[in-house]
């Protein structure tokens, strides 16, 4: 307590001698540190909170550990060598609109709802790039891109959320969102190898009227213990 508290009185120091220094401008560098710094730490808090749900949910037993689980996590292609994995992470970068035309599709989806799915992912991704490139002339106009893009990584949560209810995968939509919101790359390869998923559809539990486990496994085999 007395470290965080002398940290405290030390960063607001320097804040204060910064801005009788430097008035105005460095009261605009104080708030551009200030959101650069909190940044990573906002992120790594809505892993935290998503995990420490998941936890509580495991124990009290809403929530199986062995359920099923996409084939492709999402900073697989970051985390294991695979070639392969890196270049359809390229390739979703810019083809998340098709992919999501596909996957509306496969759900039982019209073609025109399709398409249009995909037509308003595509405006809403390229408005972003397009947006923040303008910044560099119209200075304001990136915060309308990042509405944009938002509003793209909502269509890419309602189809991996309509995914794992498909193939009845763990999962909620609030990680469905944070995974598309930074990933969006990572969550397109899991909507394009959902049929592949891993783990257990069906854990039925030990009990006395029920000598044996069934655990059916993802390709329809049981085993028996």
Not at 137 to 157: E, N, Q, R, S
Not at 181 to 209: D, H
Request: charged content about 10%.
């Amino acid at each position: 307590a007395v470290v965080s508290t002398q940290s405290t009185g030390v960063e607001g120091a320097a804040a204060t001698a910064l801005l009788i220094a430097g008035g105005a401008d460095a009261l605009s560098a104080v708030q551009t540190a200030s959101i650069v710094t909190g940044l990573p730490y906002s992120i790594l808090m809505s892993f935290l909170c998503v995990s420490l749900w998941r936890g509580l949910a495991m124990e009290f037993g809403d929530l199986n550990p062995y359920g099923s689980d996409f084939s492709i996590g999402i900073i697989d292609p970051f985390a294991t060598w695979n070639p392969g994995l890196w270049g359809k992470f390229f390739k979703n970068l810019f083809m998340t609109p098709a992919v999501l035309f596909k996957t509306n599709m496969r759900q039982g989806g019209s073609k025109t709802g399709s398409i249009l799915l995909a037509g308003a992912a595509f405006f809403l991704w390229s408005m972003w790039i397009s947006l923040m490139i303008a910044e560099i002339a119209v200075p304001g106009v990136y915060a309308i891109g990042w509405i944009c893009y938002i509003g793209f990584c909502a269509l890419v949560t309602a189809s991996r959320a309509a995914t794992r209810a498909e193939f009845d995968i763990n999962g909620n939509p609030i990680e469905d969102f944070f995974a598309s919101l930074l990933l969006y790359a990572s969550v397109a390869i899991q909507l394009e190898t959902a049929p592949k998923k891993r783990g257990l559809t069906t854990l039925v539990p030990r009990n006395s009227e029920q000598p044996e486990v069934a655990l059916v496994l993802e390709n329809g085999n049981a085993d028996t213990h």
